[in-house]
């Protein structure tokens, strides 16, 4: 009687332990981003344009929550295998489809949104007066946010902030695809006169709808190696134009990214 009491007792222990150890694996991919994720990843520098061979890529493991729906899974290597590159890649960057020169026609706006974002079209420049340096900047490609404008009533003086930084163009004017083919390049300057598409949050469209409001927008293209923000940039005043030592100190600036950047509704005055 003991004997098979000791049996059932082991056999309980055994399977406390196999429902344990399922339990702590699950609660480690839970909080490690959930199941792991094939992806392809570029291995070796590579120029624009330049066509994708087997040797120019590897995988790598990636938690599902940080798999952007824009990533290639390496599943599908066959399919990009002899496509040409739209922008610059560099080694350890996961390949996303919107870093190949696809010849199809334009995507639908809606399936390049990614979980939790939203397409918030903007008329930003590039430093000039109108929309027409944004013909340079392509789908695909990150830019920082500043806002220029006056201050509350009886304070006329501009400033300038850093609204969003590393934000994703997901398109210029109508396109869609990050590389631009003839036609679109022959267009008549009036065609070329784009408004960007930006994917947001919806806090994020929120303060960039108030910066519009009040004010002028202008976008910085960022490089495509480089995924850092950078904290605590205060706002720029007009005054600073004339302020010597204000200039001086605006360049002594670290420009090393240092983690996200927190961005609330109140920082617009």
Known sequence: MNKRAFLISLVMALLGTALLLLYLRKFERDVSGGELVELLMVQKPLERGKVLTEDMLTTRSVPLAYVEDRAIKAAERSK??????SVALYPQQTLMWTD????????????LIQPGKRAIAVRASTGQDDTRGNQLIRPGDYVDVIATFHGNAGDSEQSSAVLLQRVLVLAVGTETQAASDAKTRDEPS??????????????????????SERGRLS????PPNDPGTLDDLPD??????????????????????????????SNIR
Do not use: H, N
């Open 236 to 265: 720029l005043k007009a005054s600073a134009l004339l302020d010597t030592k204000a200039r001086a100190d605006v360049q002594r600036r670290p420009t090393t990214p240092q983690g996200p950047v927190r961005i609330e509704a």
């Open 100 to 111: 190949l020169a696809i010849t199809t026609e334009d995507r639908d706006l809606s399936s």
């Open 190 to 211: 009036w065609k070329r006169d784009k408004q960007l598409t930006l994917s947001l949050s919806l806090p994020e469209a929120q303060l960039l709808s108030l910066a």
């Open 219 to 222: 976008v910085a293209v960022r």
């Open 80 to 85: 990009v295998l002899g496509l040409q590159t």
